[in-house]
């Protein structure tokens, strides 16, 4: 089961006033349209909104996404619901050696980059 489309949750007055900002604030006032559920005020965050349990915290391909900083780790990696993204602080030369293993695996990467073995 995927995942639905939720709306944008925008703080009130935030598309029309520069220095209120878009991140969500919840409503206050006592004559509030918005915290009033006024038709065409804004959504507001609800228990309802959530994901189901089945896709919570999956990428949105489908599979389970898992953070990789060498070999080892990638060993652990199923590659039937898993895939996995590589550590930004992981270096060329590593970068490069589980691109190679993940290959023979048949894991699937987020974040492939174009890396040429040195001296080739």
């Known amino acids: 089961m995927q995942k639905r489309k ?8 935030g598309k029309n006033l520069k220095r209120v900002g878009l991140k969500w604030r919840t409503q206050r006032g006592s004559q509030n349209k918005l915290r009033k559920h006024r038709k065409s005020r804004g959504h507001i965050p609800q228990s309802g909104y959530g994901s189901p349990k089945s896709t919570r915290g999956l990428h949105p391909s489908g ?3 898992i953070l990789v900083h060498n070999l080892k780790d990638l060993e652990k990696i199923n590659p039937e619901k898993q895939v996995c993204r590589i550590a930004s602080a992981v270096g060329k030369k590593k970068r490069f050696e589980i691109l190679k293993k993940a290959g023979e ?3 699937k990467i987020l974040n492939p980059q174009k890396i040429e073995e040195k001296g080739e």
């Open 105 to 107: 695996l048949k894991i």
């Open 6 to 13: 939720k709306p944008k949750f925008i703080r009130q007055g």
């Open 63 to 65: 599979y389970q996404d």
